[in-house]
């Protein structure tokens, strides 16, 4: 099960209302790079070194669930060096920190469509999540070539498949059996769902899954997304009253 590392808990927050799964949507390594003059591909570099810090603060405070959207089925129209240069960032970011969830109990986990996906980085996410695959401490989910309108066609159609094929009775069709075909198959939903850099919308991402998920989004660019700030937004989001429809 889910243990806490032995480290003080950080201040304000109270432990037995930490959300199960927090999803973020890292937004603004572009604009980050574009305010110091610099290429695009600094700003992802820099966003890699934040990704590092988010999982270690994750792990720190003992959630169960972190998700995190790296690249999505619309990003594959960015300009081609871009997207190599993210594929090649993506690939080095796995393998370098393997040990660091190995030693912290991580389990590696790609929502996404992976066969889209370059060799090298198919491979090395094939090595990542079987070496990480016993971890039981944290799952982090990353989120590449992901699309929530191609995971829900693509749950539609398995259930399809399943009736025609007179394995499933279509009166038996519910959310538990919608759930079932997501990535996030036996993952609870996110609690808590942060954007950084200021747009206010989903673009894409776990359209099912955030049906109740609190929205959080911050004017910080992702490269400037940092330790504080994550601890004063779960603190934000203990004080807020959860109702999912109800009077409470
Ligand atoms: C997020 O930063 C990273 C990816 C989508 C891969 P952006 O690259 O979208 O940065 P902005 O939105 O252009 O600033
Ligand atoms: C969403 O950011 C995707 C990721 C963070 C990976 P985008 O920058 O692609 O989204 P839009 O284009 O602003 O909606
Ligand atoms: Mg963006």
């Known amino acids: 099960m889910n243990s806490k590392p032995d480290v003080p808990w950080p201040q304000g927050l109270d432990p037995a209302r930490i959300p199960a799964h927090v999803a973020i949507i890292m937004d603004g390594n572009g604009r980050w790079a574009k305010k110091r003059l610099l290429n695009r591909v600094r700003g992802h570099e820099k966003g890699a070194d934040t990704v590092r810090t988010t999982v270690r603060t994750a792990r720190e405070i003992g959630l169960s669930h972190l998700t995190l959207f790296a690249f999505s089925t619309e990003n594959w129209q960015r300009p081609k060096g871009e997207v190599t240069a993210l594929m090649a960032l993506l690939k080095n970011f796995l393998l370098t920190e393997r040990r660091e969830m190995m030693e912290n109990g991580i389990r590696l986990n790609i929502l996404g469509q992976v066969h889209r996906l370059p060799d090298g980085v198919r491979e090395a996410i094939a090595r990542v999540t079987a070496d990480t695959g016993h971890n039981r401490d944290m799952t982090l989910n990353l989120a590449l070539s992901y699309g929530g309108r191609t995971e829900l066609v693509d749950a539609a159609r398995s259930i399809a498949e399943a009736v025609a094929a007179g394995q499933l009775d279509p009166s038996a069709v519910d959310e538990a059996c919608m759930a079932d075909r997501l990535y996030t198959r036996d993952m609870p939903d996110p609690?808590?769902?942060?954007?950084?850099?200021?747009?206010?919308?989903?673009?894409?991402?776990?359209?099912?899954?955030?049906?109740?998920a609190e929205i959080f989004v911050t004017e910080t660019l992702w490269p400037d997304f940092n330790r504080e700030e994550f601890l004063s937004i779960l603190r934000d989001y203990q004080g807020r009253e959860r109702r999912f429809g109800k009077v409470v």
């Open 191 to 212: 609690d808590l769902l942060i954007r950084t850099s200021g747009e206010m919308r989903v673009s894409n991402f776990l359209l099912w899954q955030i049906a109740y």
